[in-house]
Structure formats: structure tokens, C-alpha cells
């Protein structure tokens, strides 16, 4: 199958075309660097540095016969949706219709949208937060994300184009960028390698549902074969605080230096977690790497990194 990742040299999209170029797929990654990194491109791939918003990208689709779309390319710092909203809208709405224009005029099957599913529900009342949870997103990056996922359903109703649209919880990994405010795991191991003392924001009682990125390729997968359209949580359905999670990391890494803590964000959610029974029973996905593994592992991978 042709398959092309949108931001598939970033942390998720590049694990996602490795693991369709080790199906036997034929995968073609659109990628403009601005955090993506050239490092995460599968040799196996046929790389295209473009722009979501560029124009280009509707014959590179028609001319690559590209039957899905993974939808992965966006603008993902929350704060700096804040501080930008126009820009966050130009990436995360306009690229996205561009996205689906050229996949209406090229016949694509399917587009397969990673969404959030911390960003979206705003404020939980309901924890887990099921998929009919109330949408109340209180950032212009999940406002941005539910636009577009609305403008799926614009594009199912009208054209018949069929969607997948998966709302990530906290990912975390191999891979995932370290700089910036998005990766609390990759920014606290980075600076715990550097032998320096991450800042906890806030007393740490702040909970998120941290979930490996292995599980999250598992489901993008599992969404490959889904009929018809749909939308689904992947996440852990577990909370971790940051305090808890700065524990299990010191433990692993066996750091000595003792946490200090500053003033809390503003605007930053108290507890988000996501229910993930829809997608177990519908497509048969289950987690499998606990957060224990999952944060071994990406230990790991930054310390072969460093050296």
C-alpha cells in the first residue's frame, strides 16, 4: 500500500513510517524540519522536505498514488499556541485543510489524524474522559485540533473520504525532542543526563496519562484495516504525577541531585487522562508497555545518544 506520513521525520511520524516500511508498505514522508529531524528518516522512505501549507503537495500526492494519509505533521507546543494563536492556526487548521483538499482531488482512501486527547476535553469532569466526553479546549492548539477534527467530518459527509481520528494522551519515547515546553520525560531525562536539576512547575500534583510510543504506533496501525470512520483514545487510562514520575526517572537513572520546583503555568490542566476501552474492544489494540519499561527504554535511548 502507498502510504504517506505527514511529518514523518518527527517523533511520533518517524516511528510510524518505520513500522509501515517493516510491514513491506510503500511510505513517502512530508517533512519541513521545523522540529522534525533528518536523523529519524527511514533510508526505506521516499522524503519530501515540504511544507503542509504548500501548494506542491497536491501533486506529490496524485503523482505518489498515495491511498492513506497519516496525518501527523502540526504545530505541537500548547504555550506557544498561546503566544501565537494566528500561527498555530495557519499549521493545525489551514495546513490540514490543504491536507485534505489534496487527498479529495487525488482519490485517497482514508486520513488517519493524530489528535490529543489531554488538550481537547479541557478541565475533565469524568476519569478517565471516554470519547463523548464534553469538548472544551482551553488552549488554540486543542481548539485547533477539535476544527480539524470537524472538518473530517465536513469531508467524510460531502466527498466520502474516511477517517481515523486518534486522540493521543501524553506520549513519550525514543526520539521525542527535548527542547521547548512539550516532552516533560525527554526535558527532565535530557537535563538528569546533563547533571542538571529539572524544575518541577507547580507542586507537581498535576497528573497526566503517559503512554509509550510504542503503543501509540500499535494503534496507528491497528487503524490501517478499520472500516468506516471513527474516533478513538489511545492512552493508558492512568494517572502519573510529575512528582511520581521525577521518582521513577531518578531511580533509573540512579541521579543524586534533589528536584526544585517553580511557580505553576497558568492555564496548565490539573489531571488529564484518557479512557481507552473504545479502541481495545473495537480494534483489539491493548497497551502494552507499562511505564516502567517505557521510561527504561527511553532512558536508554538518550544515554546511547550522548555518547
Known amino acids: 500500500m502507498n502510504i504517506l506520513v505527514t511529518g514523518g521525520a518527527g517523533f511520533i511520524g518517524s516511528h510510524i513510517a518505520e513500522r509501515f516500511i517493516q510491514d513491506g508498505h510503500r511510505v513517502v514522508v512530508f517533512d519541513n524540519f521545523l522540529t522534525g529531524k533528518k536523523e529519524n528518516i527511514h533510508p526505506d522512505a521516499i522524503f519530501y522536505e515540504i511544507d503542509i501549507r504548500d501548494e506542491k503537495i497536491k501533486d506529490i500526492i496524485r503523482n505518489e498514488k498515495i491511498e492513506v494519509i497519516y496525518h501527523q505533521a502540526a504545530q505541537i507546543d500548547l504555550r506557544k499556541s498561546v503566544a501565537s494563536p494566528i500561527f498555530d492556526a495557519e499549521v493545525n487548521i489551514l495546513g490540514s485543510i490543504n491536507i485534505c483538499e489534496a487527498a479529495k482531488d ?169 479512557d481507552s476501552a473504545k479502541i481495545t474492544k473495537t480494534l483489539g489494540w491493548k497497551q502494552k508497555y507499562d511505564i516502567e519499561t517505557g521510561l527504561k527504554e527511553t532512558v536508554q535511548w538518550f544515554k546511547n545518544r550522548a555518547k
Open 106 to 274: 487525488a482519490e485517497v482512501k482514508k486520513i488517519i489524524f493524530s489528535s490529543t486527547g489531554g488538550a481537547i476535553y479541557g478541565e475533565q469532569t469524568v476519569f478517565p474522559a471516554p470519547e463523548t466526553h464534553q469538548l472544551n479546549p482551553l488552549s488554540p492548539y486543542g481548539i485547533a485540533k477539535l476544527s480539524f477534527e470537524k472538518y473530517l467530518f465536513y469531508y467524510k459527509h460531502v466527498y466520502g473520504l474516511d477517517y481515523v481520528i486518534l486522540r493521543y494522551a501524553n506520549i513519550y519515547g525514543p526520539r521525542q525532542e527535548s527542547h521547548g515546553e512539550a516532552g516533560v520525560v525527554a526535558i527532565f531525562i535530557d537535563k538528569i543526563l546533563s547533571d542538571i536539576v529539572p524544575v518541577i512547575n507547580g507542586d507537581g500534583t498535576q497528573t497526566r496519562d503517559f503512554t509509550f510510543v510504542g503503543d501509540v504506533v500499535n494503534a496507528n496501525s491497528a487503524a490501517l484495516s478499520f472500516e468506516g470512520s471513527d474516533i478513538f483514545n489511545v492512552g493508558t487510562g492512568k494517572e502519573t504525577d510529575i512528582n511520581a514520575l521525577w521518582n521513577m526517572l531518578k531511580e533509573e537513572t540512579e541521579f543524586k541531585g534533589v528536584i526544585t520546583h517553580g511557580p505553576a503555568k497558568d492555564g496548565e490542566q490539573k489531571r488529564s487522562v484518557i
